[in-house]
């Protein structure tokens, strides 16, 4: 299996700063990465995927990169709305795997 | 507009069978391309990926859950429908079902609002 090994576990920022959360792939997955948000006692919700495409109706202050296996979420300008759990997930392969989560809350 | 929602039994005994249905609307299982994936959650945890089956007919399974799975579908009825056999107290958890495509895109873009199911005697 694929392993997704997200970092960091949590973090806190204030409004309007720049977070980056990181996920680390252990093969190769060939950009296929997606980022979701889930908010307490909500489903999850595709915010990225193919690494860097942002999904339709998501802010664009949300964006995705990658450098080799390591991938990242960064968000600009927080606003209070992005107080959520982040996961990635690797669409490239079955079985496809999750990393571990990071909950994002705000100052 | 794509929506899916689950349903189940909420609680169920240790050893039984777990059976969830997805109905879905603003798509068809039938069309090409498209799929059905189920994902658990265990409360304050993270995501597990069970299964997803296809428009062909085709399912894939996590192999971690060994043979304990069964996905099928009813496309007449716009439903899918996840077995769990033999549960247990670890099976406890959020259930999702979420649309998905087929050719790369592998993600889930649209999620119903999960059920909860609880193992316990």
């Known amino acids: 299996d694929i392993q997704m090994t997200q970092s960091p576990a949590s973090l806190s920022a204030s409004l309007g700063e720049t977070v980056t959360i990181e996920c680390l792939a252990s093969?190769?997955?060939?950009?296929?990465l997606a980022w979701y948000q889930q908010k307490p006692g909500k489903s999850p919700q595709l915010l990225i995927y193919?690494?860097?495409s942002l999904q339709d109706g998501v802010p664009s202050r949300f964006s995705g990169s990658e450098s080799g296996t390591q991938y990242s979420l960064e968000i600009n300008s927080l606003q209070s709305e992005d107080a959520a759990t982040y996961f990635c997930?690797?669409?490239?392969?079955?079985?496809?795997?999750f990393g571990a989560g990071t909950k994002l809350e705000l100052k | 507009q794509v929506t899916l929602k689950e349903s189940g039994p909420g609680i169920l005994q240790p050893s039984h069978t777990l059976s969830l249905t997805c109905s879905f609307s603003?798509?068809?299982?039938?069309?090409?391309?498209?799929?059905v994936s189920w994902i658990r959650q265990p409360s304050g945890k993270g995501l597990e990926w069970l299964a997803s089956?296809?428009?062909?007919?085709?399912?894939y399974n996590n192999p971690s859950l060994k043979s304990r799975l069964t996905v099928s579908k009813d496309t007449s009825n716009n439903q899918a429908f996840l077995k769990v056999t033999s549960v247990d107290t670890a099976d406890t958890a959020t259930y999702y079902c979420?649309?998905?495509?087929?050719?790369?895109?592998?993600?889930?873009?649209?999620w119903g609002q999960g059920v909860m199911v609880t193992v316990s005697s």
């Open positions: 089956i296809w428009w062909n007919g085709n399912t």
């Open positions: 603003g798509f068809s299982l039938s069309t090409y391309g498209m799929g």
């Open positions: 979420a649309h998905t495509r087929a050719g790369g895109a592998h993600y889930f873009d649209y």
């Open positions: 193919d690494a860097s």
């Open positions: 093969e190769d997955i060939y950009s296929n």
């Open positions: 997930q690797q669409h490239h392969d079955y079985p496809y795997t």
